[in-house]
């Protein structure tokens, strides 16, 4: 995890301990240990312990056999611990990645604690079926890094099949993430978080089989939804400020525009700032799978009276028209992540585009949305890199034409339930709130409203406040996914899962040309 950002200002290097297995390790366990030894402004001390017993079966031992983060390594070395810690003195932070029976001798040579990578139950990531209650029930997989098995120094929450060896390959890829931030909080002179971590208690095996049952149906139920049905996404507007959304029932006061097309659907939806009528949006086709913009005019009722293309004319799908005013002009920054670029465009007064600079190069930025904090301008977006919802990703910079910078920490959150980009931040009360999307069970299932504690070039919290979740007895039961500031009023997307024909035999015809011989 390079840094490409103000790492120059980080205090002095951060000292830790990687606590490995002696004799035999995974290889996850040493994959992070070696991700450790290259973060900037961390030193880190591998020392090889006796990690506790834990007793196995055969299904996991056939699991380790085929999954390759899983399989175990011969270590000759065998450090001997007492005198490496009499030799470096204390350290930082200890990280327990072996297991350990009893971490608390080793607190004693930590600063701050001794650090352990756990599930929601409380299992050692290093043990049998880690992570595996989470998982197989659906909701997702959660890993904190615990600190003295008290309080959780960083969390992440990321989607995952409810296949459970599928699904450990993102846990050991994660667990990265969380060791990198934690130190790097640390280095640049952050103490940990002090969130109390509380693991849930252990279910009966027959509630789990329950939970595994349910979750491999909610699974079942998206890939069917995606292989038979089609999303129909249609545009909204609330007559009422951004901020009214932390008032909750704010599903219950939109006006949908318009009705359903058998050709195509709109969303992502965002005013032009100073006008009352004109909006940009998404506009998908179904035939080809190809998302365009669009420039809608509204009537007097708020129907639609005329759309015309709009946006840059690039091959690709295009959505996400993120517009904004800055110095009393318009700007817009589309979803071209298909191209891997973000890319800055003014909107003149008869509407034209012209492209202004390229933000971000060889990424993959969804749902990009810009705003401005403490004198600097801020990027948030999603890297698809990363996963398609589960990660929020920040650049700065102190002139929006740029240099953009990339945030200490990337991504500077995982979480699939209040992540990517829904929409515009705007600030109250002295706040400043960032809509996300959440995606517990599927893209674009409801919009969350984050607090952000703490946003600096280096440190980056944020706590979810307040939900806004489709009507299930509206139009749009089933998602909503973009809430955008238009002056007093606010605009809104939502979702119906529709059976589409036209979609369906495009769908149906890429199924089969996948399904062919290479060369046939």
């Not at 600097?376 to 929006?400: I, M």
């Amino acid at each position: 995890m390079p840094c490409t950002s103000d790492c120059d200002h980080a205090a002095a290097p951060v000292r830790a301990a990687v606590l490995l297995p002696a004799g035999r390790s995974r290889v996850w366990q040493e994959r992070a240990a070696l991700a450790l030894a290259g973060l900037p402004g961390v030193a880190c001390d591998v020392v090889r312990v006796r990690a506790a017993r834990r007793e196995d079966d055969a299904q996991w031992r056939r699991w380790a056999g085929s999954h390759p983060e899983l399989q175990e390594l011969r270590v000759d070395d065998e450090n001997d611990a007492a005198a490496l810690a009499d030799a470096a003195g204390a350290w930082d932070a200890v990280i327990d990645l072996a297991g350990i029976a009893d971490p608390g001798p080793w607190r004693a040579r930590s600063r701050f604690g001794v650090w352990q990578p756990l599930d929601a139950q409380g299992l050692h990531l290093a043990a049998p079926y880690a992570v595996h209650a989470s998982i197989v029930s659906g909701g997702g997989g959660e890993l904190a890094l615990v600190r003295d098995g008290a309080t959780a120094v960083e969390t992440m929450r990321y989607y995952a099949d409810p296949h459970y060896p599928r699904a450990l390959g993102r846990a050991y890829l994660g667990l990265l993430y969380l060791l990198a931030a934690g130190l790097l909080e640390l280095a640049h002179g952050g103490e940990p978080a002090a969130d109390a971590f509380a693991p849930q208690a252990p279910r009966p095996r027959w509630r789990r089989a329950v939970a595994g049952l349910r979750g491999r149906w909610r699974s079942q139920l998206r890939r069917w939804r995606s292989q038979w049905l089609s999303e129909s996404w249609m545009i909204g507007v609330v007559d009422a400020p951004i901020e009214r959304m932390l008032e909750g029932r704010f599903a219950e006061r939109i006006r949908w525009l318009g009705g359903r097309d058998a050709q195509q659907y709109r969303a992502d939806p965002f005013g032009l700032p100073g006008e009352d009528r004109l909006l940009y949006c998404e506009t998908y086709d179904y035939r080809d799978g190809v998302g365009r913009l669009e420039l809608l005019r509204l009537d007097a009722d708020d129907t639609v009276a005329q759309a015309r293309p709009a946006g840059p004319q690039r091959p690709g799908h295009v959505s996400y028209p993120y517009v904004f005013e800055h110095a009393g002009r318009a700007y817009a920054i589309p979803e071209t992540a298909q191209r891997r670029c973000c890319e800055l465009y003014e909107i003149d007064a008869h509407g034209q585009w012209r492209f202004v600079a390229t933000l971000l190069e060889d990424v993959a930025a969804a749902d990009a949305s810009l705003f401005v904090w403490e004198g600097r301008f801020w990027l948030a977006y999603t890297d698809l890199s990363w996963g398609a919802f589960d990660n929020l990703c920040l650049s700065y910079a102190d002139d929006l034409h740029g240099p953009w910078r990339r945030h200490a920490r990337h991504p500077v959150k995982l979480d699939h339930r209040s992540s990517r980009p829904a929409g515009t931040p705007f600030v109250h009360d002295g706040a400043l709130y960032r809509p996300a999307q959440d995606c517990t069970g599927g893209y674009g299932q409801a919009v969350a409203l984050n607090r952000v504690r703490l946003c600096t070039p280096q440190r980056y919290r944020e706590d979810v406040v307040a939900h806004c979740r489709p009507d299930p007895r509206g139009r749009n039961p089933h998602g909503l996914h973009t809430v955008s500031a238009w002056g007093g009023r606010t605009l809104v997307d939502g979702k119906r899962y529709v059976f589409n024909l036209r979609e369906l035999g495009r769908k149906l015809r890429r199924r089969y040309e996948a399904a062919q011989p290479v060369g046939v």
